[in-house]
């Protein structure tokens, strides 16, 4: 492993700059790429110019990045950017599914060529699409920074001409496979998994219920996930899921004026019974119970 290849950079991690109410950002890569900050924000897309070289790592496969490329992070997809240069220049924008849905409500990035599970999101770049695409980035740092007033407008149409820029190339389709598939897959499993909570609100659903939606976000299938955590943890993949579904249950009940029903909602739970149900199996106690005592 080259130079800081022991600090890693997970999509979906956000940085504290990036306020809650804010739908789009734009960074230089050399800020943050060597820092792994481990934060709360889970719901913001990525797109990324790399000018360094490093490893792009996801469940049992991963890809050489060795020279300048275009990458697209989708945050229900874990991977791990293992830098090996010591120089990590670029640019990266961070945006939610709103940001781009105001002038086309009907786009829904997870179904998007380059944000779909199981698309090919890196793009290597020459000599004059390398400095075309850094102009792009400079100029979004220049309009985010400026107070022109409709520059969120102008930004989104900066954002647009790097995705449709990047449908005019080729992907990237070389992967390699690790190794230690199965270590890899369990840590990116339980990353995914954790990346889940906490349940921020009522009207907030639980995305990822079953071990298939899981294996599904990791282009793995469900069988080789079901292994791999077992071999690792001793432990099935559903016992996972139900041990952290019961967790966060508990401190909704707890520390929450929810009412039963909308916790159950927001945990997956189309019928508070069925939710009721798996509390008491997993439990040996009521929902309502619990939160009285």
Known sequence: MGPGADQIVLSGNQFSSLKI???FKVFERKTYVRKSNVLNRRDFYKISLTLGTGRLHYADKGVEVN???LLF???LIPY???PVSRDQDGYFCLFSDGFLKVKDP?????????FAIGADPVFFLEGKQKDY?????????EEYNADYVYKFDLLRNLVNLLMHEAMKMQPVVSYFKHKN???RITSLFLTLLERQFPIDSPQDELKLKTPGDYAK???????????????VTARTTTEHINERIISEAKALLQHTNWSISDIAYSLGYEYPTYFHNFFKRQTNASPGSFREN
């Not at 009907?106 to 380059?114: I, T, Y």
């Not at 695409?133 to 740092?141: D, T």
């Open 217 to 231: 976000h990791l282009s793995v299938h469900v069988n080789h996930l079901n292994r791999s955590v077992r071999q």
């Open 133 to 141: 695409v850094a102009g792009i980035f400079r100029q979004m740092l």
């Open 67 to 69: 020279r300048p490329a």
């Open 73 to 75: 992070s989708n945050p």
């Open 106 to 114: 009907r786009l829904v990035l997870q179904e998007h060529p380059l």
């Open 80 to 82: 791990i950017w293992e």
């Open 21 to 23: 109410t804010e739908q």
């Open 181 to 183: 598939a199965a270590e």
